[in-house]
Nanobody, 123 residues
Framework: QVQLVESGGGLVQAGGSLRLSCGAS????????KGWFRQAPGKEREFVAA????????DYADSVKGRFTISRDNAKNMVYLQMNSLKPEDTAVYYC????????????????WGQGTQVTVSF
């Protein structure tokens, strides 16, 4: 069974940084678009960032543009989310997702999901 596994979440003060990682259990996922979504308590899961299979195209939500950077290493079958200048409103469970197509921003368009990792930003 295909698995996506996130790591790197934790507790950080406002203004700090975290780097999330996501590994895939199958090499075929190196040809998939990878995305990051987040879900805060009581809110819908929202798009954060996405990167095409080659890494040549990226897409960011306006709320994180300029602060977060998505990248990938297909040789290692990994995707990363570098989060800088974190704000308390970034607090959420962050999910890694994979899909064959680039350009999708809604959670129900992505086919494969990880279990999520908690990011908490304190004041």
């Amino acid at each position: 069974q295909v698995q996506l596994v996130e790591s790197g979440g934790g507790l950080v003060q406002a203004g700090g940084s975290l780097r999330l990682s996501c590994g895939a259990s199958e090499r075929t996922f190196s040809s998939y678009t990878k995305g990051w979504f987040r879900q805060a308590p009581g809110k819908e899961r929202e798009f954060v960032a996405a990167i095409s299979w080659s890494g040549g195209r990226t897409d960011y939500a306006d709320s994180v543009k300029g602060r977060f950077t998505i990248s990938r290493d297909n040789a290692k079958n990994m995707v990363y989310l570098q989060m800088n200048s974190l704000k308390p409103e970034d607090t959420a469970v962050y999910y890694c997702a994979a899909d064959p197509q680039f350009g999708r921003r809604t959670w129900d368009e992505y086919y494969y999901w990880g279990q999520g990792t908690q990011v908490t930003v304190s004041f």
